[in-house]
Protein backbone atom coordinates (compact mmCIF):
# COMPACT_ATOMS: atom_id res chain seq x y z
CA UNK A 1 0.00 0.00 0.00
CA UNK A 2 1.42 3.21 -0.80
CA UNK A 3 0.05 6.43 1.01
CA UNK A 4 -1.90 9.20 -0.84
CA UNK A 5 -1.82 12.82 0.75
CA UNK A 6 -3.03 16.20 0.37
CA UNK A 7 -0.72 18.89 -0.21
CA UNK A 8 -1.51 20.18 3.45
CA UNK A 9 -1.23 17.13 4.97
CA UNK A 10 2.15 16.77 3.36
CA UNK A 11 3.25 20.89 4.69
CA UNK A 12 1.86 19.73 8.21
CA UNK A 13 4.45 15.87 8.14
CA UNK A 14 7.30 18.36 7.17
CA UNK A 15 6.71 20.65 10.03
CA UNK A 16 5.98 18.31 12.20
CA UNK A 17 9.44 16.42 11.24
CA UNK A 18 11.61 19.36 11.19
CA UNK A 19 10.15 20.90 14.32
CA UNK A 20 8.81 18.10 16.63
CA UNK A 21 11.43 15.51 15.46
CA UNK A 22 14.29 17.59 14.70
CA UNK A 23 15.41 16.81 11.67
CA UNK A 24 16.69 19.69 9.68
CA UNK A 25 14.82 20.87 6.65
CA UNK A 26 17.88 21.15 4.86
CA UNK A 27 18.40 17.28 5.43
CA UNK A 28 15.05 16.58 3.65
CA UNK A 29 15.91 18.71 0.76
CA UNK A 30 19.22 16.69 0.24
CA UNK A 31 17.44 13.71 0.54
CA UNK A 32 14.60 14.49 -1.80
CA UNK A 33 17.99 16.50 -4.61
CA UNK A 34 19.51 12.95 -4.30
CA UNK A 35 16.58 10.82 -5.02
CA UNK A 36 15.89 13.04 -7.93
CA UNK A 37 19.48 13.34 -9.25
CA UNK A 38 19.63 9.78 -9.49
CA UNK A 39 16.50 9.77 -11.35
CA UNK A 40 18.43 12.49 -13.96
CA UNK A 41 21.67 9.75 -14.02
CA UNK A 42 20.07 6.91 -14.78
CA UNK A 43 19.29 8.41 -18.05
CA UNK A 44 20.51 6.08 -20.66
CA UNK A 45 22.74 8.69 -22.62
CA UNK A 46 23.40 11.29 -19.68
CA UNK A 47 26.99 12.16 -20.63
CA UNK A 48 25.58 13.20 -23.72
CA UNK A 49 23.19 15.09 -22.12
CA UNK A 50 22.37 19.13 -21.29
CA UNK A 51 19.91 19.32 -18.41
CA UNK A 52 18.31 22.53 -17.69
CA UNK A 53 16.85 22.94 -13.92
CA UNK A 54 13.84 25.54 -14.07
CA UNK A 55 13.75 26.41 -10.58
CA UNK A 56 11.36 28.90 -8.25
CA UNK A 57 11.81 30.64 -5.47
CA UNK A 58 10.20 28.29 -3.03
CA UNK A 59 11.45 25.15 -1.20
CA UNK A 60 10.48 23.30 -4.71
CA UNK A 61 12.92 26.01 -6.38
CA UNK A 62 15.56 24.71 -3.36
CA UNK A 63 15.15 21.15 -4.22
CA UNK A 64 15.96 22.00 -7.85
CA UNK A 65 18.85 24.08 -6.77
CA UNK A 66 20.83 21.43 -4.34
CA UNK A 67 19.62 18.53 -7.88
CA UNK A 68 21.98 21.20 -9.56
CA UNK A 69 24.75 21.10 -7.22
CA UNK A 70 24.71 17.26 -6.93
CA UNK A 71 24.55 16.62 -11.08
CA UNK A 72 27.92 19.05 -11.19
CA UNK A 73 29.61 16.80 -8.58
CA UNK A 74 28.75 13.89 -11.32
CA UNK A 75 30.21 16.01 -14.74
CA UNK A 76 26.50 16.32 -15.70
CA UNK A 77 26.15 19.14 -18.36
CA UNK A 78 23.93 21.32 -16.16
CA UNK A 79 22.63 24.93 -15.68
CA UNK A 80 20.06 26.55 -13.89
CA UNK A 81 17.54 29.06 -14.04
CA UNK A 82 15.63 30.86 -11.14
CA UNK A 83 11.95 32.83 -11.96
CA UNK A 84 11.49 35.19 -9.27
CA UNK A 85 13.51 37.51 -7.31
CA UNK A 86 16.43 36.83 -5.07
CA UNK A 87 14.38 38.55 -1.89
CA UNK A 88 11.32 36.51 -2.56
CA UNK A 89 13.64 33.22 -1.15
CA UNK A 90 12.67 30.59 1.27
CA UNK A 91 15.62 30.18 3.95
CA UNK A 92 16.11 26.99 2.82
CA UNK A 93 16.44 28.02 -0.95
CA UNK A 94 18.79 31.04 -0.43
CA UNK A 95 21.21 28.75 0.81
CA UNK A 96 21.08 26.63 -1.85
CA UNK A 97 21.87 29.60 -4.05
CA UNK A 98 24.57 30.57 -2.23
CA UNK A 99 26.34 27.14 -1.97
CA UNK A 100 25.87 27.97 -5.79
CA UNK A 101 27.14 31.00 -6.32
CA UNK A 102 30.32 30.18 -3.98
CA UNK A 103 30.92 27.05 -6.56
CA UNK A 104 30.40 29.61 -9.83
CA UNK A 105 27.17 27.30 -10.56
CA UNK A 106 25.89 27.88 -14.03
CA UNK A 107 23.36 29.75 -12.90
CA UNK A 108 21.20 32.89 -13.73
CA UNK A 109 17.97 34.76 -12.81
CA UNK A 110 15.39 34.03 -15.40
CA UNK A 111 15.10 36.73 -18.58
CA UNK A 112 12.86 35.96 -21.63
CA UNK A 113 15.15 35.57 -24.46
CA UNK A 114 17.87 33.70 -22.81
CA UNK A 115 15.60 31.44 -21.57
CA UNK A 116 14.30 30.54 -24.60
CA UNK A 117 17.91 29.31 -26.01
CA UNK A 118 18.33 27.63 -22.69
CA UNK A 119 15.41 25.74 -23.02
CA UNK A 120 16.08 25.18 -26.91
CA UNK A 121 19.58 23.74 -26.46
CA UNK A 122 18.30 21.67 -23.51
CA UNK A 123 17.67 17.63 -23.72
CA UNK A 124 16.00 17.53 -20.64
CA UNK A 125 14.13 19.84 -18.35
CA UNK A 126 13.90 19.65 -14.80
CA UNK A 127 10.73 21.50 -13.58
CA UNK A 128 11.26 22.99 -9.79
CA UNK A 129 9.32 25.77 -10.34
CA UNK A 130 6.65 25.34 -7.76
CA UNK A 131 5.26 21.59 -5.20
CA UNK A 132 2.67 21.49 -2.95
CA UNK A 133 2.63 25.46 -2.07
CA UNK A 134 1.09 26.56 -5.12
CA UNK A 135 -1.66 28.76 -3.92
CA UNK A 136 -3.38 30.35 -6.91
CA UNK A 137 -3.89 30.60 -10.56
CA UNK A 138 -0.28 31.15 -12.31
CA UNK A 139 -0.16 34.25 -14.29
CA UNK A 140 2.46 36.34 -15.89
CA UNK A 141 6.58 35.42 -16.26
CA UNK A 142 5.76 32.18 -14.25
CA UNK A 143 2.74 31.43 -17.19
CA UNK A 144 5.61 32.24 -19.82
CA UNK A 145 7.95 30.12 -18.79
CA UNK A 146 5.21 27.37 -18.73
CA UNK A 147 4.76 27.97 -21.99
CA UNK A 148 8.06 28.35 -23.16
CA UNK A 149 8.45 24.22 -21.85
CA UNK A 150 5.68 22.78 -22.86
CA UNK A 151 5.88 24.37 -26.01
CA UNK A 152 9.69 23.16 -26.48
CA UNK A 153 8.54 19.44 -26.45
CA UNK A 154 11.81 18.10 -24.33
CA UNK A 155 11.58 15.55 -21.86
CA UNK A 156 10.37 16.71 -18.27
CA UNK A 157 11.05 15.73 -15.16
CA UNK A 158 8.77 17.31 -12.41
CA UNK A 159 9.75 17.20 -8.69
CA UNK A 160 6.92 16.41 -6.38
CA UNK A 161 4.32 17.85 -8.80
CA UNK A 162 4.12 19.30 -12.16
CA UNK A 163 4.44 23.11 -11.62
CA UNK A 164 0.46 24.34 -12.06
CA UNK A 165 -1.34 20.91 -10.27
CA UNK A 166 -2.89 21.88 -6.94
CA UNK A 167 -1.21 19.01 -4.75
CA UNK A 168 -4.97 18.94 -2.47
CA UNK A 169 -7.26 18.43 -5.40
CA UNK A 170 -5.46 17.73 -9.39
CA UNK A 171 -7.21 21.03 -10.77
CA UNK A 172 -4.68 23.03 -13.35
CA UNK A 173 -4.13 26.46 -11.61
CA UNK A 174 -4.01 28.39 -14.59
CA UNK A 175 -1.72 26.35 -16.57
CA UNK A 176 0.20 23.86 -15.54
CA UNK A 177 4.04 22.18 -16.48
CA UNK A 178 3.25 18.82 -18.74
CA UNK A 179 5.97 16.24 -17.43
CA UNK A 180 6.86 13.46 -18.66
CA UNK A 181 8.19 11.91 -15.37
CA UNK A 182 7.20 12.84 -11.92
CA UNK A 183 9.34 12.35 -8.40
CA UNK A 184 6.48 12.63 -5.60
CA UNK A 185 8.89 13.18 -2.52
CA UNK A 186 7.74 10.98 0.41
CA UNK A 187 4.54 9.76 -0.78
CA UNK A 188 1.72 10.48 -3.77
CA UNK A 189 -0.10 13.62 -3.75
CA UNK A 190 -3.84 13.82 -4.30
CA UNK A 191 -3.29 16.39 -6.74
CA UNK A 192 -1.61 13.36 -8.65
CA UNK A 193 -3.89 11.25 -8.83
CA UNK A 194 -7.03 12.90 -9.36
CA UNK A 195 -7.57 14.24 -12.85
CA UNK A 196 -6.84 16.43 -14.66
CA UNK A 197 -3.61 16.65 -12.31
CA UNK A 198 -2.91 12.70 -12.89
CA UNK A 199 -2.45 13.54 -16.91
CA UNK A 200 -0.31 15.87 -16.14
CA UNK A 201 2.51 13.62 -14.36
CA UNK A 202 2.66 10.49 -16.59
CA UNK A 203 5.25 8.42 -15.26
CA UNK A 204 5.37 8.66 -10.74
CA UNK A 205 7.79 7.71 -8.72
CA UNK A 206 7.75 7.84 -5.59
CA UNK A 207 11.04 8.23 -3.46
CA UNK A 208 12.01 7.97 0.73
CA UNK A 209 13.62 11.19 2.03
CA UNK A 210 13.52 10.54 5.26
CA UNK A 211 10.68 11.25 6.99
CA UNK A 212 10.05 8.98 10.05
CA UNK A 213 6.90 6.62 9.78
CA UNK A 214 5.83 8.35 13.38
CA UNK A 215 5.25 11.47 11.10
CA UNK A 216 2.65 9.87 9.60
CA UNK A 217 0.23 9.40 12.52
CA UNK A 218 -0.78 13.08 12.66
CA UNK A 219 -3.35 13.04 9.41
CA UNK A 220 -7.06 12.84 9.96
CA UNK A 221 -8.15 10.58 7.25
CA UNK A 222 -5.67 7.81 5.67
CA UNK A 223 -5.45 7.18 1.94
CA UNK A 224 -3.82 4.78 -0.03
CA UNK A 225 -3.30 3.47 -3.28
CA UNK A 226 -2.98 -0.36 -4.38
CA UNK A 227 -0.09 -0.50 -6.39
CA UNK A 228 1.04 -4.12 -6.25
CA UNK A 229 -1.32 -7.55 -6.02
CA UNK A 230 0.43 -9.34 -2.81
CA UNK A 231 -0.28 -13.01 -1.69
CA UNK A 232 -1.82 -11.57 1.56
CA UNK A 233 -4.40 -9.85 -0.53
CA UNK A 234 -5.85 -13.00 -2.09
CA UNK A 235 -8.08 -15.93 -1.07
CA UNK A 236 -6.01 -18.72 0.24
CA UNK A 237 -6.25 -22.21 -1.41
CA UNK A 238 -5.98 -25.31 0.88
CA UNK A 239 -3.81 -28.28 -0.26
CA UNK A 240 -7.50 -30.28 0.53
CA UNK A 241 -10.37 -28.42 -0.95
CA UNK A 242 -13.27 -29.45 -3.28
CA UNK A 243 -15.62 -27.18 -4.76
CA UNK A 244 -17.28 -26.27 -1.57
CA UNK A 245 -14.18 -24.53 -0.02
CA UNK A 246 -14.07 -21.81 -2.56
CA UNK A 247 -17.91 -20.35 -1.99
CA UNK A 248 -20.89 -19.81 -4.09
CA UNK A 249 -21.63 -16.54 -6.06
CA UNK A 250 -25.01 -15.90 -7.22
CA UNK A 251 -25.47 -13.33 -10.09
CA UNK A 252 -29.14 -11.95 -10.58
CA UNK A 253 -28.38 -10.19 -13.50
CA UNK A 254 -30.13 -9.86 -16.92
CA UNK A 255 -33.31 -8.97 -18.42
CA UNK A 256 -35.73 -10.04 -21.11
CA UNK A 257 -33.30 -11.15 -24.54
CA UNK A 258 -30.16 -9.77 -22.32
CA UNK A 259 -27.81 -12.03 -21.12
CA UNK A 260 -24.36 -10.57 -21.90
CA UNK A 261 -24.08 -9.18 -18.27
CA UNK A 262 -25.02 -11.89 -16.57
CA UNK A 263 -22.59 -13.91 -18.58
CA UNK A 264 -19.82 -11.51 -18.00
CA UNK A 265 -20.45 -11.39 -14.22
CA UNK A 266 -20.97 -15.17 -13.80
CA UNK A 267 -17.87 -15.90 -15.71
CA UNK A 268 -15.41 -12.93 -13.89
CA UNK A 269 -16.34 -14.63 -10.54
CA UNK A 270 -15.00 -18.07 -11.56
CA UNK A 271 -12.06 -16.50 -13.29
CA UNK A 272 -11.09 -14.88 -9.64
CA UNK A 273 -11.55 -18.46 -8.39
CA UNK A 274 -14.60 -19.02 -6.95
CA UNK A 275 -16.53 -22.94 -6.65
CA UNK A 276 -19.64 -22.05 -8.14
CA UNK A 277 -21.71 -19.45 -9.39
CA UNK A 278 -25.82 -19.77 -9.75
CA UNK A 279 -27.00 -17.25 -12.13
CA UNK A 280 -30.35 -15.82 -11.67
CA UNK A 281 -32.28 -14.59 -14.61
CA UNK A 282 -35.57 -14.42 -16.62
CA UNK A 283 -36.96 -18.27 -18.58
CA UNK A 284 -35.65 -16.26 -22.10
CA UNK A 285 -32.07 -15.97 -21.25
CA UNK A 286 -31.31 -20.03 -19.87
CA UNK A 287 -30.14 -21.58 -23.50
CA UNK A 288 -28.20 -18.87 -24.08
CA UNK A 289 -26.49 -18.74 -20.58
CA UNK A 290 -26.34 -22.40 -20.48
CA UNK A 291 -24.25 -23.11 -23.56
CA UNK A 292 -22.56 -19.42 -23.19
CA UNK A 293 -21.25 -20.84 -19.24
CA UNK A 294 -22.25 -24.29 -18.91
CA UNK A 295 -20.50 -24.05 -15.61
CA UNK A 296 -22.87 -21.94 -13.83
CA UNK A 297 -26.44 -23.44 -12.29
CA UNK A 298 -29.07 -21.32 -13.59
CA UNK A 299 -32.64 -20.64 -12.10
CA UNK A 300 -34.86 -18.49 -14.40
CA UNK A 301 -38.25 -16.74 -13.55
CA UNK A 302 -41.21 -16.36 -16.08
CA UNK A 303 -43.70 -13.35 -15.12
CA UNK A 304 -47.55 -13.46 -14.77
CA UNK A 305 -49.04 -9.49 -15.47
CA UNK A 306 -45.57 -8.41 -15.17
CA UNK A 307 -44.63 -9.82 -11.89
CA UNK A 308 -42.01 -12.76 -11.26
CA UNK A 309 -44.34 -15.84 -10.54
CA UNK A 310 -45.00 -16.68 -6.90
CA UNK A 311 -43.68 -19.99 -7.40
CA UNK A 312 -40.57 -18.65 -8.87
CA UNK A 313 -40.13 -16.27 -6.28
CA UNK A 314 -39.55 -18.90 -3.69
CA UNK A 315 -36.75 -20.60 -6.00
CA UNK A 316 -35.10 -17.51 -5.90
CA UNK A 317 -35.67 -16.54 -1.95
CA UNK A 318 -34.14 -20.43 -1.10
CA UNK A 319 -30.98 -19.23 -3.80
CA UNK A 320 -30.93 -16.08 -2.09
CA UNK A 321 -30.12 -17.82 1.29
CA UNK A 322 -27.66 -20.76 -0.19
CA UNK A 323 -25.07 -18.61 -1.09
CA UNK A 324 -22.08 -16.59 0.10
CA UNK A 325 -22.64 -13.21 -1.61
CA UNK A 326 -25.07 -11.77 -3.96
CA UNK A 327 -24.29 -9.64 -7.22
CA UNK A 328 -27.66 -7.80 -8.35
CA UNK A 329 -28.06 -5.50 -10.90
CA UNK A 330 -25.86 -5.97 -13.76
CA UNK A 331 -28.62 -5.78 -17.40
CA UNK A 332 -31.08 -6.46 -14.70
CA UNK A 333 -33.18 -3.27 -15.79
CA UNK A 334 -35.39 -0.98 -13.93
CA UNK A 335 -38.95 -2.89 -14.74
CA UNK A 336 -41.11 -4.16 -11.82
CA UNK A 337 -39.54 -7.32 -11.26
CA UNK A 338 -36.21 -5.93 -11.27
CA UNK A 339 -37.24 -3.82 -8.26
CA UNK A 340 -39.15 -6.84 -6.50
CA UNK A 341 -36.01 -9.01 -6.75
CA UNK A 342 -34.22 -6.03 -5.24
CA UNK A 343 -36.39 -5.41 -2.49
CA UNK A 344 -36.96 -8.67 -1.77
CA UNK A 345 -33.33 -9.87 -2.24
CA UNK A 346 -32.17 -6.79 0.56
CA UNK A 347 -35.13 -7.73 2.84
CA UNK A 348 -34.37 -11.57 2.79
CA UNK A 349 -30.43 -12.00 1.79
CA UNK A 350 -28.04 -12.12 4.95
CA UNK A 351 -24.77 -12.30 3.24
CA UNK A 352 -22.84 -9.20 1.41
CA UNK A 353 -24.66 -7.92 -1.67
CA UNK A 354 -22.67 -6.19 -4.46
CA UNK A 355 -25.50 -3.69 -6.50
CA UNK A 356 -24.27 -2.38 -9.79
CA UNK A 357 -25.80 -0.63 -12.84
CA UNK A 358 -29.56 -1.39 -12.97
CA UNK A 359 -30.04 -2.11 -9.22
CA UNK A 360 -28.35 1.39 -8.32
CA UNK A 361 -30.50 2.95 -11.16
CA UNK A 362 -33.59 1.31 -8.94
CA UNK A 363 -32.60 2.76 -5.83
CA UNK A 364 -31.95 6.18 -7.02
CA UNK A 365 -35.59 5.96 -8.05
CA UNK A 366 -36.13 4.42 -4.86
CA UNK A 367 -33.90 5.66 -1.98
CA UNK A 368 -35.98 3.93 0.98
CA UNK A 369 -34.46 0.59 -0.30
CA UNK A 370 -31.44 1.03 1.27
CA UNK A 371 -32.50 1.88 4.45
CA UNK A 372 -32.13 -0.67 7.42
CA UNK A 373 -30.33 -3.16 5.40
CA UNK A 374 -28.96 -5.74 7.79
CA UNK A 375 -26.22 -7.35 5.33
CA UNK A 376 -23.07 -5.85 3.94
CA UNK A 377 -23.42 -3.93 1.07
CA UNK A 378 -21.09 -2.35 -2.11
CA UNK A 379 -22.25 -0.35 -4.49
CA UNK A 380 -20.46 0.18 -7.44
CA UNK A 381 -21.52 3.07 -9.86
CA UNK A 382 -19.98 4.71 -11.95
CA UNK A 383 -20.33 8.82 -12.39
CA UNK A 384 -22.97 8.54 -13.80
CA UNK A 385 -25.22 6.20 -11.63
CA UNK A 386 -23.43 8.26 -8.82
CA UNK A 387 -24.91 11.45 -10.10
CA UNK A 388 -28.82 9.81 -10.34
CA UNK A 389 -28.20 8.80 -6.40
CA UNK A 390 -26.91 11.91 -5.29
CA UNK A 391 -28.93 13.65 -7.20
CA UNK A 392 -26.31 15.99 -8.33
CA UNK A 393 -24.82 16.89 -11.71
CA UNK A 394 -22.09 14.52 -13.23
CA UNK A 395 -19.75 17.29 -13.12
CA UNK A 396 -19.65 17.65 -9.23
CA UNK A 397 -19.32 14.09 -8.67
CA UNK A 398 -16.17 14.02 -11.02
CA UNK A 399 -14.72 17.16 -9.62
CA UNK A 400 -15.48 15.83 -5.56
CA UNK A 401 -14.86 11.93 -6.14
CA UNK A 402 -13.28 10.92 -2.83
CA UNK A 403 -15.84 13.69 -1.04
CA UNK A 404 -19.25 12.12 -2.95
CA UNK A 405 -17.92 8.70 -2.47
CA UNK A 406 -17.74 9.16 1.50
CA UNK A 407 -21.32 10.78 1.63
CA UNK A 408 -22.38 7.64 -0.57
CA UNK A 409 -20.85 5.25 2.37
CA UNK A 410 -21.85 7.53 5.57
CA UNK A 411 -25.67 8.02 4.44
CA UNK A 412 -26.37 4.81 3.32
CA UNK A 413 -23.59 2.61 5.01
CA UNK A 414 -22.78 1.21 2.72
CA UNK A 415 -19.25 0.38 0.69
CA UNK A 416 -18.80 2.55 -2.19
CA UNK A 417 -16.85 1.70 -5.39
CA UNK A 418 -16.69 4.42 -7.14
CA UNK A 419 -15.73 3.86 -10.56
CA UNK A 420 -13.84 6.39 -12.71
CA UNK A 421 -10.35 6.69 -14.38
CA UNK A 422 -8.74 6.19 -10.80
CA UNK A 423 -11.51 4.51 -9.18
CA UNK A 424 -12.28 6.13 -5.25
CA UNK A 425 -13.19 3.24 -2.59
CA UNK A 426 -14.82 4.10 0.68
CA UNK A 427 -16.45 3.08 3.79
CA UNK A 428 -18.37 5.14 6.47
CA UNK A 429 -15.03 3.62 8.88
CA UNK A 430 -12.32 3.07 7.02
CA UNK A 431 -9.33 4.47 5.35
CA UNK A 432 -10.09 5.74 1.93
CA UNK A 433 -8.27 3.89 -1.46
CA UNK A 434 -7.72 5.13 -4.95
CA UNK A 435 -6.77 2.49 -7.27
CA UNK A 436 -3.90 3.75 -10.04
CA UNK A 437 -3.91 0.19 -12.23
CA UNK A 438 -6.24 0.27 -15.88
CA UNK A 439 -6.55 2.33 -18.43
CA UNK A 440 -8.88 3.83 -20.73
CA UNK A 441 -8.79 0.69 -23.16
CA UNK A 442 -11.71 -0.34 -20.31
CA UNK A 443 -14.16 2.48 -20.68
CA UNK A 444 -15.83 -0.77 -23.21
CA UNK A 445 -19.45 -2.40 -22.65
CA UNK A 446 -19.14 -5.06 -19.84
CA UNK A 447 -16.31 -3.81 -18.15
CA UNK A 448 -18.48 -2.95 -14.71
CA UNK A 449 -20.05 -6.21 -15.45
CA UNK A 450 -16.76 -7.85 -15.14
CA UNK A 451 -15.66 -5.66 -11.88
CA UNK A 452 -18.85 -6.76 -9.71
CA UNK A 453 -17.77 -10.48 -10.64
CA UNK A 454 -14.72 -10.05 -9.28
CA UNK A 455 -15.51 -8.35 -6.02
CA UNK A 456 -18.15 -10.96 -6.07
CA UNK A 457 -15.88 -13.58 -6.50
CA UNK A 458 -13.25 -12.37 -3.30
CA UNK A 459 -15.99 -12.09 -0.75
CA UNK A 460 -17.55 -15.63 -1.81
CA UNK A 461 -14.36 -16.79 -1.24
CA UNK A 462 -13.94 -15.42 2.28
CA UNK A 463 -12.04 -12.12 1.61
CA UNK A 464 -13.76 -9.19 4.10
CA UNK A 465 -16.04 -6.66 2.16
CA UNK A 466 -14.27 -3.53 2.02
CA UNK A 467 -10.78 -5.48 1.20
CA UNK A 468 -12.47 -7.32 -1.80
CA UNK A 469 -13.82 -3.91 -3.20
CA UNK A 470 -10.27 -2.52 -3.28
CA UNK A 471 -8.78 -5.96 -3.97
CA UNK A 472 -11.09 -6.11 -6.53
CA UNK A 473 -10.62 -3.22 -8.08
CA UNK A 474 -6.91 -3.60 -8.24
CA UNK A 475 -7.56 -7.07 -9.63
CA UNK A 476 -9.82 -5.78 -12.69
CA UNK A 477 -7.33 -2.53 -13.67
CA UNK A 478 -4.29 -4.92 -13.43
CA UNK A 479 -6.45 -7.67 -15.92
CA UNK A 480 -7.03 -4.33 -17.96
CA UNK A 481 -3.57 -3.61 -18.42
CA UNK A 482 -2.14 -6.53 -19.44
CA UNK A 483 -5.05 -6.96 -22.16
CA UNK A 484 -4.18 -3.98 -23.17
CA UNK A 485 -0.59 -4.83 -23.45
CA UNK A 486 -1.52 -7.68 -25.89
CA UNK A 487 -5.36 -5.67 -27.50
CA UNK A 488 -4.05 -2.39 -27.66
CA UNK A 489 -6.39 0.65 -26.28
CA UNK A 490 -8.51 0.63 -29.36
CA UNK A 491 -9.71 -3.29 -29.74
CA UNK A 492 -9.52 -4.15 -26.24
CA UNK A 493 -13.06 -5.65 -24.90
CA UNK A 494 -14.58 -7.12 -21.75
CA UNK A 495 -14.07 -10.45 -22.17
CA UNK A 496 -10.06 -9.52 -22.60
CA UNK A 497 -10.11 -8.28 -18.88
CA UNK A 498 -11.70 -11.38 -18.29
CA UNK A 499 -9.01 -13.57 -20.12
CA UNK A 500 -6.26 -11.87 -17.87
CA UNK A 501 -7.80 -12.16 -14.66
CA UNK A 502 -5.53 -15.80 -13.93
CA UNK A 503 -2.59 -14.31 -15.42
CA UNK A 504 -2.88 -11.52 -12.65
CA UNK A 505 -3.59 -13.39 -9.83
CA UNK A 506 -1.27 -16.17 -10.59
N1 LIG B 1 7.91 16.66 1.00
C1 LIG B 1 8.86 17.09 1.82
O1 LIG B 1 8.94 16.63 2.88
C2 LIG B 1 9.80 18.11 1.41
C3 LIG B 1 9.50 18.95 0.38
N2 LIG B 1 10.28 19.92 -0.03
C4 LIG B 1 9.93 20.64 -1.22
O2 LIG B 1 9.26 21.79 -0.85
C5 LIG B 1 8.13 21.98 -1.66
C6 LIG B 1 7.17 22.88 -1.01
O3 LIG B 1 7.85 24.07 -0.76
P1 LIG B 1 7.14 25.47 -0.45
O4 LIG B 1 8.20 26.44 -0.24
O5 LIG B 1 6.16 25.28 0.61
O6 LIG B 1 6.30 25.74 -1.77
P2 LIG B 1 6.69 25.86 -3.30
O7 LIG B 1 8.12 25.71 -3.52
O8 LIG B 1 5.78 24.94 -3.99
O9 LIG B 1 6.27 27.33 -3.69
C7 LIG B 1 5.99 28.32 -2.76
C8 LIG B 1 6.32 29.70 -3.30
O10 LIG B 1 5.60 29.97 -4.47
C9 LIG B 1 4.77 31.11 -4.26
N3 LIG B 1 3.55 30.93 -5.03
C10 LIG B 1 2.52 30.12 -4.79
N4 LIG B 1 1.63 30.16 -5.79
C11 LIG B 1 2.10 31.05 -6.70
C12 LIG B 1 1.65 31.54 -7.95
N5 LIG B 1 0.53 31.11 -8.50
N6 LIG B 1 2.38 32.46 -8.59
C13 LIG B 1 3.54 32.91 -8.08
N7 LIG B 1 4.05 32.48 -6.87
C14 LIG B 1 3.33 31.57 -6.21
C15 LIG B 1 4.59 31.22 -2.79
O11 LIG B 1 4.32 32.54 -2.52
P3 LIG B 1 3.24 32.94 -1.42
O12 LIG B 1 3.01 34.36 -1.68
O13 LIG B 1 2.02 32.11 -1.65
O14 LIG B 1 3.87 32.64 -0.12
C16 LIG B 1 5.94 30.73 -2.29
O15 LIG B 1 6.88 31.77 -2.38
C17 LIG B 1 7.68 20.59 -1.93
O16 LIG B 1 6.82 20.48 -3.02
C18 LIG B 1 9.02 19.90 -2.14
O17 LIG B 1 9.45 20.05 -3.48
C19 LIG B 1 11.50 20.26 0.69
O18 LIG B 1 12.61 20.02 -0.06
C20 LIG B 1 11.68 19.53 2.02
C21 LIG B 1 11.07 18.25 2.17
K1 LIG C 1 7.54 21.05 -9.65
Request: aromatic share 6%.
Given at each position: MNRILTGQDMKKIDRNTIDYYGIPSLVLMERAALGVAN??????????????????????????????????????????????????????????????????????????????????????????????????????????????????KKYVIAIDIPSGI???????????????????LSAYKLGQVL??????????????????????????????????????????????SNKGSYGKVLVMAGSKNMSGAAYLSGLAAYRTGVGLVHIVTPEDNRIILQSQLPEAII??????????????????KQAINNVDVIVIGPG???????????????????????????????IAKNKDILKNHQQPIIVTPHPGEMSRLM???????????????????????????????????TSPTRDIYINLSGNNGMATAGAGDVLSGVIGGLVAQGIETFKAAYTGVLIHGLAGDKAKESKGYYGMIARDIIQNIPEVMK
Open positions: EVMIREFINKEKVLIVCGTGNNGGDGLAVGRILLSNNVDVKMVIVGDYNQFSVETKKQYEILVKLNGPIVFYQEESFYHLVNEADVIVDAIFGVGLSRDIKGIYKEVIQTINGSDANSGKVLGISIKANQTIAFPGHEYCNEIKVIDIGIPLEAYKKIDKNIFTMSKLTQDMLPTRKPRTTYEFNNGCIEQNHMEKILSTEIDAKTLLIETIKHGKVPLIIDADGLNINEPVQIILDQLIEKAMNMSEQHNVITVLKDSNTVI
